[in-house]
T-cell receptor, first 116, second 115 residues
Framework: EAQVTQNPRYLITVTGKKLTVTCSQNMNHEYMSWYRQDPGLGLRQIYYSMNVEVTDKGDVPEGYKVSRKEKRNFPLILESPSPNQTSLYFC???????????????FGQGTRLTVV | GQQVMQIPQYQHVQEGEDFTTYCNSSTTLSNIQWYKQRPGGHPVFLIQLVKSGEVKKQKRLTFQFGEAKKNSSLHITATQTTDVGTYFCATPPGGTTDSWGKFQFGAGTQVVVTP
């Protein structure tokens, strides 16, 4: 079954304690990205990766890091979480095709993070 | 910031009524996508529009891409309780010339349906 898997689904942590949210896809997609979702703000892209070892900032990258050592995995790292990073996080993957090709994004189930 | 503006942000609909949500961009789009997120769920792809003036239908949902490729709309007829959720428009990578690589979503229209 084609899917994007995020872990953990829920996480409560304290300010400053480093954490990693994992994301894995089994569709051989080149493009992967992370979003945070906050009420009234929709989905805002944090980082994206167009292929292995290629990552770039989205619209809200401050306080986050990512890596893309393998095609299937794209972990999100919070080196020193702060309360303003409390949010719902989604990982997504899609194929890299020309703009008129199929670029449907597949989303993970989400990770609800609370930083106290 | 977000390339596409969605209106309205919130839509309260009586079951059986029609409604429309709009997505507007200041720049020309290569294509546009629509997603639906049910309460407590994750966004799920609905459709992609590529051609100027394109209209696509999925049962009671009608999607339209403007002639200038700067706006899009989603129209739902005879709303049902199963239509509850948030609808997002999105511009995939390469969708705009000034944000190539980014996959950007509108703020979404949250739809509440009362029986």
């Amino acid at each position: 079954e084609a899917q994007v898997t995020q872990n953990p689904r829920y996480l409560i942590t304290v300010t400053g304690k480093k954490l990693t949210v994992t994301c894995s896809q089994n569709m051989n997609h080149e493009y992967m990205s992370w979003y945070r979702q906050d009420p009234g703000l929709g989905l805002r892209q944090i980082y994206y990766s167009m292929n292995v070892e290629v990552t770039d900032k989205g619209d809200v990258p401050e306080g986050y890091k990512v890596s893309r050592k393998e095609k299937r995995n794209f972990p999100l790292i919070l080196e020193s979480p702060s309360p303003n990073q409390t949010s719902l996080y989604f990982c997504a993957s899609s194929p890299n095709t020309p703009p008129d090709g199929n670029t449907e994004a597949f989303f993970g189930q989400g990770t609800r993070l609370t930083v106290v | 910031g977000q390339q596409v503006m969605q209106i309205p942000q919130y839509q309260h609909v009586q079951e059986g009524e029609d409604f429309t949500t709009y997505c507007n961009s200041s720049t020309t789009l290569s294509n546009i996508q629509w997603y639906k997120q049910r309460p407590g769920g994750h966004p799920v792809f609905l459709i992609q529009l590529v051609k100027s003036g394109e209209v696509k239908k999925q049962k009671r949902l009608t999607f339209q891409f403007g002639e200038a490729k700067k706006n899009s709309s989603l129209h739902i007829t005879a709303t049902q309780t199963t239509d509850v959720g948030t609808y997002f428009c999105a511009t995939p990578p390469g969708g705009t010339t000034d944000s190539w690589g980014k996959f950007q979503f509108g703020a979404g229209t949250q739809v509440v349906v009362t029986p």
